[in-house]
């Protein structure tokens, strides 16, 4: 299982005094530290150095992102998908969570890459009944570092073995 992050290392991420975060922090921590684990499959860190920042990235990112949309739950939480006034109409997008349980892009740039880099398991998938391919991947050979693009991927390149 993961540890997660500590407050004061979501203060240092975020650039606000540990002091500003109220007792929610360490539950989103929490929560994005679980998404994580859920989304990527890891059970424990990478031991790869730069591996192991950018997990921590991508939890204190989203673990940020959860805290921030807090005081917004029972407006994100509505049933209503769509409202239109006058003239004016709009329609809520998906919640970040259900993106992120997903395997969706969320749109926060540490989560969504350290899930294209970090996921355990094939890189070309069904979704939804559509095929899909994950983002590229960096294959580390000996020490060759080998970027894959989708066709390789889909063409069985990525059995290269890494280590």
């Given amino acids: 299982m993961l540890t997660p992050p500590t407050v004061a290392q979501l203060a240092t991420f975020t650039g606000h005094t540990e002091a500003s975060f109220t007792g929610y922090a360490t539950e989103t921590l929490a929560q994005a530290t679980f998404l994580f684990s859920i989304v990527t499959g890891l059970d ?3 031991t790869d150095p730069d591996e192991l920042q950018l997990a921590h990235y991508a939890i204190l990112e989203m673990a940020y992102r959860i805290y921030l949309e807090q005081p917004n739950a029972t407006v994100l939480a509505s049933p ?5 006034i006058g003239s004016y109409s709009y329609s809520k997008g998906s919640s970040l969570t259900a993106q992120a349980r997903s ?4 749109g926060l740039f540490w989560w969504d890459l350290a899930v294209a880099q970090l996921a355990l398991g094939d890189q070309l998938g069904v ?3 559509s095929i899909h391919l994950i983002e590229p991947a960096i294959v580390v ?16 390149a ?5 280590g």
């Fill in 127 to 129: 979704n939804h009944g």
């Fill in 44 to 46: 424990e860190y990478p």
């Fill in 80 to 84: 209503y998908n769509s409202e239109t």
């Fill in 103 to 106: 395997g969706s892009r969320t």
């Fill in 158 to 162: 990525g059995d290269v073995p890494i």
């Fill in 141 to 156: 050979a000996g020490e060759d570092r080998v970027l894959l693009g989708p066709l390789d991927v889909a063409a069985g």
